[in-house]
């Protein structure tokens, strides 16, 4: 280990640098994680919810998602308010999309980053791999091909080293954000998915009806 930790200080400014985009990737992981765990809860309390708002007791429905930790509770629970303001349909959709927009955005927040992490870091390891390449043989050329085999090996395991850093910082970015991002996706769906439903019971049909999907967030 303590070998490995020298290699790598002696990676020069690509190592560096990598080690800097792992320590970002790995932070954005994790809180991504945390904001994204509750996203697709709450599908129990919004269909308790719809069965109170069919059977007319509005109140209750409002109460169940009171306190929703999902963005379809919050959006859903704003429709209801708004319906029972007696609110134009048109403009409660408007401000139904306006906040699924919101959510779905906050969900996707600093994704593009751990896909840009994931896309760079490869392309930073073959960068110093290259680099460091070039100067084991700048070496071997000054030392006019006297230069020790195993001083010329370990030169040019250190420049691969480089490229097997970028793979390891990037692989844990790539599958990180293809998760996240699958999560918000699912989580946006569910959105589109509770208006839709909310809609169509006010507007007469049941739970298991197709939901009205005009305006609804995305």
Known sequence: MGRLIDRLQDGGPVIALLL???LISLTLVAMKTVQL???RSGAGDRRRAFEAWRAGDRDAAQRILGDGRSPADRVTAVAMRGLRDGRRRGALESEALRLGNDE???MNRH???LELIAMVSP???LLGTVLGMIQSFQELELAQGAANASVLAGGIWQALLTTATG???AIPAAIGATLLSA???SASHMIE???GQLLAIEDGGGLGGSPRREGAPR
Request: aromatic share 4%; no cysteine; proline share 4%.
């Open 183 to 185: 999560r918000a996706e």
């Open 167 to 169: 793979l390891i910082v």
């Open 193 to 195: 998915s509770a208006v």
């Open 111 to 113: 994704i593009r980053l």
């Open 123 to 125: 392309l930073l390891g």
């Open 20 to 22: 800097v985009l792992s």
């Open 104 to 106: 779905v955005e906050a």
């Open 37 to 39: 765990w509750p996203v």
